[in-house]
């Protein structure tokens, strides 16, 4: 199993474009409650990309689903969150502020909304199914695991840096990495819905 996984993970999660909601929503913390909510957050995230990846495709057969309509699918939501990325939101923002607030209210906010949706939306999860579905071996299904750690670990050292981050980029320039892995993103969307069109209909691969 090739990079390319782990390219299309860490642009859509982008933890880097979570920064500024990490900082509102813990503005009131102590460095112990930021210290937990960090590790909480990224141990989630893991863990929603270890069930995708174990466990999707059982999913798509309980519901009766082909995965070539899920690849379609998928490819769909990654190209929406790709789009939003462009105009400089998070991929996985779908919520509006009054959600969030509820949902905050609701759970710890490592978990809602900062795992979900902020970081690991229905993109994130339809594309490790997609990518569980190619490994073929154990070791490259480990692979994939192995990459849901690395996002783990990239998630928990933008928080860490959450502050230097944010003075360093300033607005623009988390725009301005927001909106390049939206592009990178955008491509692997095509790439993803086409390999599941070519399936659904054979006839234009050839």
Same mark, same amino acid.
């Given at each position: ?12 999660v982008?933890p ?14 102590t460095d112990e ?11 989630s995230?893991? =863990?929603?990309i &270890?069930i995708? @990846?174990?466990?999707g495709l $059982?999913?798509?057969?309980f519901f !009766?689903i082909s ?11 990654l190209?929406?969150s790709a789009?939003?990325?462009?105009n400089a939101?998070p ?6 502020e009054e959600?969030?607030q509820?949902a905050?209210?609701r ?11 902020l970081?690991t939306?229905p993109a994130t999860?339809?594309?490790? =199914?997609?990518y &569980?579905?190619k @490994?073929?071996?154990?070791? $490259?299904l480990?692979?994939l695991? !192995?990459?849901?750690v690395?996002?783990a670990l990239?998630t928990a050292?933008?928080f860490s840096?959450?502050q230097?981050?944010a003075?360093g980029l300033g607005?623009?320039?988390?725009n301005?990495?927001?909106?390049l892995?939206g592009?990178?993103l955008?491509?692997?969307s095509?790439?993803v819905?086409s390999v599941g ?6 006839i234009l691969g050839?």
């Amino acid at each position: 199993m090739d990079l390319k996984p782990l390219v299309t993970l860490l642009a859509i999660v982008n933890p880097l474009a979570i920064v500024p909601f990490f900082i509102h929503y813990t503005q009131e913390f102590t460095d112990e409650q930021r210290r937990r909510t960090i590790l909480i957050a990224s141990f989630s995230s893991f =863990v929603v990309i &270890a069930i995708s @990846a174990l466990m999707g495709l $059982q999913i798509l057969e309980f519901f !009766g689903i082909s995965l070539a309509s899920f690849q379609v699918g998928g490819g769909m939501l990654l190209m929406t969150s790709a789009l939003a990325m462009l105009n400089a939101q998070p991929a996985e923002a779908k919520s509006n502020e009054e959600e969030m607030q509820d949902a905050s209210a609701r759970a710890s906010i490592a978990v809602v909304p900062l795992t979900i949706p902020l970081l690991t939306g229905p993109a994130t999860m339809s594309t490790v =199914v997609i990518y &569980a579905d190619k @490994a073929k071996t154990v070791l $490259q299904l480990t692979t994939l695991l !192995g990459y849901g750690v690395v996002v783990a670990l990239v998630t928990a050292l933008c928080f860490s840096l959450a502050q230097p981050i944010a003075r360093g980029l300033g607005k623009t320039g988390i725009n301005v990495m927001t909106r390049l892995m939206g592009l990178i993103l955008a491509a692997l969307s095509v790439e993803v819905m086409s390999v599941g069109l070519m399936k659904l209909f054979p006839i234009l691969g050839k």
